[in-house]
């Protein structure tokens, strides 16, 4: 079956190799590539080269599935444990420990800001440019207005078809009896959502569709009855708002797309 990211993978793979100067450091990631280069071409330390054995082969074959469909940039937190010490290890050898130091503070600095700025977001414009804000905040609204649709009718469940919403709404909604399921794309499950709260023909009507656009003739024409209700606005970084919408499901009839059965 064809993969559903046909002509991103070049670029797929920039993002993923872009994202690891965020995840590990920019210093950190430049020096690991120096030293692992130089350590492989001419090892000179069993320990060394046992971190690395620890941490290049994750970097390997995530970069090879990024090129072969994708890779989130976060999967290669697992290699990082082995090469922080590696790294440290030859930064202070080396005797480079202001800029050891600098790469600290930096990640510091990040990690501050990473921490307490959607506290702040909604009251410093300047956090109004940081797009991962823009991504990060809002959902705990979501949550609310969802969990004020499940209040005005019994619904046996609940179906999203992204990720993002699965994943969200799965943490902000953790404390309603309504079941979560994934609308999937096809056979092939594409995330662990999908593959483990897949969207099956007798999930429990009526159900409660929520996304971020409008709900999707791909969707609603596999169903008898729909109801499609305002959407509703919940606030982000400053005047930005994010508009959810839901609309109510009765009577699987089967898709014929190839998307969920």
């Not at 009896?177 to 897949?198: A, C, G, I, S």
């Not at 409660?208 to 959407?231: H, K």
Request: hydrophobic share 50%.
């Amino acid at each position: 079956m064809m993969s559903p990211y046909p002509a991103a993978y070049p670029i797929a793979l920039l993002e993923f190799v872009g994202a690891q100067f965020g995840l590990f450091g920019p210093i950190l990631l430049v020096v690991l590539a120096r030293a692992a280069f130089r350590e492989i071409r001419a090892p000179s330390d069993p320990k060394k080269t046992l971190l690395l054995c620890f941490s290049l082969p994750v970097l390997a074959l995530l970069v090879v599935q990024a090129l072969m469909s994708r890779a989130h940039g976060n999967w290669a937190a697992t290699a990082y444990p082995a090469a922080t010490l590696f790294v440290t290890a030859v930064l202070l050898q080396l005797d480079r420990r202001v800029l050891f130091r600098v790469s600290l503070a930096l990640h510091l600095i990040v990690a501050v800001l990473i921490a307490a700025a959607p506290a702040f977001a909604r009251e410093w414009p300047v956090f109004e440019q940081l797009k991962f804000l823009r991504s990060s905040l809002g959902w705990q609204d979501t949550a609310r207005v969802v969990r004020a649709k499940l209040a005005e009718e019994r619904y046996g469940a609940f179906l999203v078809n992204t990720r993002e919403m699965a994943g969200e709404l799965l943490y902000y909604l953790r404390g309603t009896d309504v079941p979560l399921y994934v609308w999937t794309r096809d056979e092939t499950p594409h995330n662990h959502f999908e593959m483990t709260r897949p969207f099956v023909a007798d999930t429990p009507e009526p159900i409660l569709f929520v996304s971020r656009r409008p709900c999707p003739a791909s969707i609603t024409d596999a169903f008898g009855e729909v109801a499609e209700f305002q959407a509703e606005r919940v606030p982000l970084v400053r005047d930005q708002t994010r508009l959810i919408y839901t609309c109510r499901l009765m009577g699987f009839k089967g898709a014929e797309d190839g998307t969920s059965k």
